[in-house]
DNA sequence: GTCTATACAACGATAGAC
DNA sequence: GTCTATCGTTGTATAGAC
């Protein structure tokens, strides 16, 4: 059999396990590679397994690569909470900008693998990006014209808002080559990266009249 | 002989063209397939030429990428000018801005290989990141630390402010799969794309303090 | 200068021994 | 459940006819 069905707990367990450290070393070499430069043999190097084990427990290379995009989306969804009309808008947002930092800061291969797929014209988490994104895009946009109503907001539009924050977040994981270059180091180091945090919500909060 | 020299002017006319036509079709290429997703045969079809003429205008397909970044660059170089400290903030941020969207929404595939490249570790142009472009942000950032003296720009640090700017123009371009998905809408229009132009300018300098 | 035919290498995937 | 050996395919690059 090809892909058996755990028959034990302790099978089972294994098969978790082998898993998700193939995932992990998953992510880290698309991140570098894209899908099409990945190569299973470095990834299976990365994961401390043999190679053949790879496409033991899972199907196929595209197999591995959809359930890193489908764990990188789980994660996120999961990581970033709700905004609402309840909230202040200048607490709500920094919030909400620090998280979407952090995320990138402490996941950049995940942040750099889901930039490739959406630039290669997101052929596997397309369909998310129309339904459940553009779902939460919706619902935020109509927080921030409630805001807007009462005067709390400047009126720029509500979308493209979102846009802004998620480019200048990402930026500083997809992009760190380039930053690191035009910096001079060799790391963004802590203290940059409070500046980059700092800049970020500094320029977009004062740019939305918040406070 | 491999590649042969110019022997006549008609000659090199052909080969300039040609020339041309190859990396128009290759930047398309791997604009939507990775530097090793890209096939020459694809590339071919696209330029309108049989495959083997590819490998006699270029060496290998790795020139072909080198030759399709190094246009990008000096494409950049050249139609994104230089802000003076002599400028007037607003006006000449504004210019910034709605130049780089420009050339974001004029040529979304030369920012997608660029985007790709750097997120792969910029391993063709990274040289050109750590010399010539910091060279052009140090200088900027100089122009932007005179405006805060002078009180026309709030303090917020100058490279970071530049990375806010390019990542929230470049989005349009290497993300518009995710925007259009986001939009509901099949390609971003022509009124969706002033939008885009009036939010990230609205926020940006509002952000900054420069009206 | 153009094109066909092919050499050669690399990789994903599989079969089957242990 | 693990691993080796290998198949078949694909894609870059080249040799050589026209």
Not at 129 to 137: E, S
Request: one cysteine or more; aromatic letters at 8%.
């Amino acid at each position: 059999m090809k892909q058996p069905a755990a028959t034990s707990k302790s099978e089972s367990r294994i098969r978790t396990e082998r898993q998700a450290r193939i995932l992990k070393a998953a992510e880290t070499v698309f991140a570098r590679r894209g899908f099409n430069g990945a190569r299973l043999m470095e990834i299976a190097a990365e994961a401390g397994l043999p190679k053949a084990n790879l496409l033991y427990y899972f199907r196929s290379k595209e197999d591995i690569y959809r359930a890193v995009c489908q764990d990188i989306l789980e994660t996120w969804l999961g990581a970033l909470g709700d905004i609402s009309a309840a909230d202040k808008p200048d607490d709500a947002l920094r919030k909400y900008i620090e998280a979407k930092m952090d995320l990138s800061l402490k996941r950049p291969n995940a942040s750099r693998v889901f930039a490739m797929e959406i630039i290669s014209g997101a052929p596997v988490i397309g369909d998310y990006l129309a339904r459940d994104l553009k779902d939460w895009v919706d619902k935020q946009a109509g927080v921030f014209r409630i805001w807007q109503e009462r005067g709390e907001m400047a009126e720029v539009s509500p979308p493209h808002v979102l846009f802004l924050i998620w480019a200048a977040t990402q930026t500083y994981a997809d992009f760190s080559t380039q930053i690191t270059a035009v910096l001079g180091c060799e790391k963004i180091s802590r203290n940059e990266y409070k500046k980059a945090v700092d800049t970020v919500t500094g320029v977009v909060l004062r740019g939305l009249g918040t406070r």
